[in-house]
């Protein structure tokens, strides 16, 4: 097995100059939830906004002179696009970027931000590799693979070092795999270290998924082996368990992950029952779009019953909007959204239909406001 502690610990020295120790914090509420102590790796919190930045830098720290030189190239839409130009960045060392058109403005606002050269080509993550694959050989390039990589693979390994250096008595950890680079590295380290640990790598749907960061890659010939020899189990989760936990890690902790940092959390919930205590989850990223984020919030409240949708019929004379919008407040609803429809064919000219969205406390009060309602005479759809 070629990554091993040794090579995870001098990953570690150079790595310390540029890279964070993320905090290890408890969570007492989503301890009470699962049942089990709790801890998260705060990833999230890593420079570039995820664990990222340790594998490309320790690879990076290895180039020889005349590697340096010639510049670094790696194909990404997300979060090794971000570590391998930051990490670049600190090593003045020239990096390029290719990213597949569509890929999101802001990922490549950040990048750029960074330093790197972006050259936006291909329709899809593959097609994006083999421009990567030309312009090395066009240009000397030295590619950086996402995690097929022992320096990677090693680069990532370190959070699991500080993890079990952190907190010796962690029984349960689970940790995100897509290419396996992290799930491998962090494996190899804490397996050596302490091999009663239960390790469990966590995957997620086919696309398109929530999880964008760890969709449809899969173990490669260094990192398969890894995950073979040390992985104790495999959970699967599905979308709507990741996105009732990127919601929950924000109600309770304050915490924003993006859908491949929260699938551990999903894996505990769901399907975590009789674990041993403490589990460590490795939020392992929060790179997340904002406007994926609004709409995971709103699915999230309708699903635990606090926006209520209805529809609702009322008279086409004037006052009469107002009179349900006041009959609504005093339901103690607040009204997020509301269409009048005047023009509905499928009423008489004499009606019109009012669609609404209301912020309720929850399920026995979304039952309170349309019983309410009805009693007050009006019919809903
Ligand atoms: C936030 C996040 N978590 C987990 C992963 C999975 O890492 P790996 O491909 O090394 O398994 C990725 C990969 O890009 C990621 O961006």
Redesign the pocket.
């Known amino acids: 097995m070629s990554v091993g502690l040794k090579e995870i610990r001098s990953a570690r020295e150079a790595i310390a100059a540029s890279v964070d120790r993320t905090p290890l914090v408890a969570s007492r509420s989503l301890s009470l939830r699962a049942g089990v102590p709790v801890y998260l790796k705060l ?2 919190l890593q420079k570039t ?4 930045i340790r ?1 490309a830098t320790n690879r990076l720290s290895l180039l020889t002179a005349a590697e340096r030189r010639r510049g670094v190239i790696a194909a ?1 839409a ?3 696009a971000q570590g391998v130009a930051l990490a670049a960045k600190n090593l003045r060392i020239a990096s390029t970027i290719v990213m597949p058109e569509g890929a999101s403005i802001a990922k490549q606002e950040a990048t750029r931000s960074y330093g790197a050269r972006i050259v936006i080509a291909g329709k899809n993550f593959d097609e994006a590799v083999q421009e990567a694959r030309r312009i090395e050989q066009a240009e000397g390039k030295v590619l950086i693979h ?2 097929d990589d022992d320096a ?2 090693a680069g ?1 390994g370190t959070l699991g070092l500080e993890i079990v250096e952190a907190h010796p008595e962690i029984a349960t950890l689970l ?11 962090v494996a190899a380290a804490v397996k050596a270290i302490n091999p009663k640990i239960h390790l469990i790598g966590v995957t997620a749907p086919a696309r398109p998924t929530l ?4 969709a449809v ?1 899969r ?1 490669g010939r260094r ?1 398969a082996p890894l995950l073979k020899r040390y992985l104790d189990q495999i959970i699967p989760v599905s979308e709507e368990e990741i996105a009732e936990a990127v919601l929950l890690l924000m109600e309770h902790k304050r915490i924003i ?5 929260a ?1 551990p959390l999903a894996a505990l919930l769901n399907h975590g029952r009789g674990l041993r205590g403490p589990v460590c989850l ?1 939020v ?4 997340i779009d904002v406007t994926l984020l609004e709409r995971i919030i709103e699915r999230g409240l309708v699903r635990t019953g606090r926006l209520l949708r209805l529809s609702v019929v009322i008279p086409d004379r004037p006052g009469a909007l107002a009179g349900l919008t006041h009959a609504i407040g005093r339901l103690g609803a607040n009204i997020v959204h509301i269409v009048h429809d005047r023009l509905s064919l499928s009423l008489p000219l004499t009606e019109t239909r009012v669609d609404l969205s209301l912020e309720t406390r929850g399920p026995d009060h979304n039952r309170d406001i349309t019983a309410g309602l009805r009693r007050l005479g009006y019919p809903l759809l």
């Open positions: 990833e999230n906004g995820s664990f990222k594998g990404s997300g979060n090794h996402p995690f990677i693979i990532q940790v995100p795999i897509g290419g396996g680079g992290l799930a491998g590295g999880a964008d960061g760890i890659k173990p990192t992950a993006e859908g491949a940092g699938v490795i392992s990223g929060g790179n």
